[in-house]
């Protein structure tokens, strides 16, 4: 069973990159979309789905990753690759000093003091010169669109993989811990400090990566955009919707609210913009675990799996 697992998952990879081969521009323009938002919502994961702590501040990894492409190539005159660099290692230095602190908060007010984060990034961004202040940067542009889907897939594949990892790994697992009690994984020795900054970082690295990636495709930035909360927002539905705290979870709830979401969006405009607060309240009331634990339980329960969340719910 597993061979055949990891054989279709090798499929499904082959033919993912294979759609840039088609041709058709629109498709590949919404794939780059939909592969970095799955790895916003994989990146949240990390934090929020297997360490427990639901941040609403990955956007702002999101946004350094995207000035530190703006500033290295239109400031500096430095190759792509050394802005992703630069856009990574400050979401670094950024996610273990701001841990040490907030991570120590928790529940709420862990959620809040993240919340806020995003709105001082844009008052700080918007009066720096370096960062092009108010008006933004504007970046060369480059009309590769399938260069730009290979490496949000390529990304995409990396973060799953990490993911993979943490469920065979000693950390994986103190992770999990954490979420499920974290003074009974200090107790049983785990670091529960040094496991949540870890955590913390990884999500905000990958997050960065998909920002420089993103910024460098649409070739603007200013701060509203780096920095949006709605991003955030976004992220964490669909990582929800998908299944937090399980391998492919995430990504299932990227791609399949991408596509609806589109398919909204073109057909009637005023419904698109409510659609991800309905499908949050859905999610939370009919499959809080997501679809994922649907996946598994829907076969031998049926309908019963959604009454008894309502049941649960009190509803």
Do not use: C
Request: zero cysteines; proline letters at 3%; glycine letters at 12%.
């Amino acid at each position: 069973m597993k061979i055949l697992r990891i054989a279709g998952l090798l499929v499904i990879i082959a033919l993912l990159a294979g759609v840039p081969l088609l041709g058709n521009d629109v498709l590949t323009q919404f794939g780059i979309n939909a592969l970095l938002l799955a790895v916003l919502a994989q990146g949240w994961n990390i934090i929020g789905g297997y360490t427990g702590y639901a941040s609403f501040g990955n956007s702002v990894f999101y946004g350094l990753g995207s000035y530190g492409v703006g500033i290295a190539m239109v400031q500096w005159h430095l190759p792509f690759g050394v802005g992703l660099a630069l856009g990574a290692l400050m979401a670094l230095v950024f996610a273990v000093l701001l841990g040490l602190p907030v991570l120590r908060l928790r529940g709420h007010y862990f959620a809040i003091a993240t919340l806020a984060l995003a709105q001082v990034m844009i008052a700080i961004t918007s009066n720096v010169e370096l960062a092009g202040s108010n008006v933004g940067l504007v970046l060369p542009p480059l009309n590769n669109d399938p260069l730009f889907y290979e490496l949000a897939l390529v990304l995409l594949v990396l973060i799953t993989l990490t993911i993979f990892w943490f469920t065979r790994s000693r950390f994986g697992f103190g992770l999990i811990a954490i979420r499920e009690n974290e003074e009974g994984a200090a107790v049983m020795g785990v670091n529960t400090t040094l496991y949540k900054v870890i955590a913390f970082a990884l999500s905000g690295v990958f997050s960065a990566l998909a920002g420089g990636i993103h910024a460098y495709w649409i070739t603007f930035l200013d701060p509203a955009s780096a920095f949006d909360i709605s991003l955030n927002v976004k992220m964490i539905i669909m990582a929800v919707f998908g299944g937090p705290g399980t391998v492919l979870g995430p990504v299932i709830g990227a791609f399949s609210l991408s596509a609806l979401s589109e398919i909204l969006s073109s057909e009637v405009t005023s419904i698109a913009g409510l659609f991800f607060g309905v499908v949050i309240v859905a999610a939370v009331v009919l499959m809080p675990r997501g679809l994922a634990d649907v996946f598994r339980h829907f076969r031998k329960s049926g309908w019963h799996y959604f009454i008894e969340n309502i049941r649960n719910h009190r509803l």
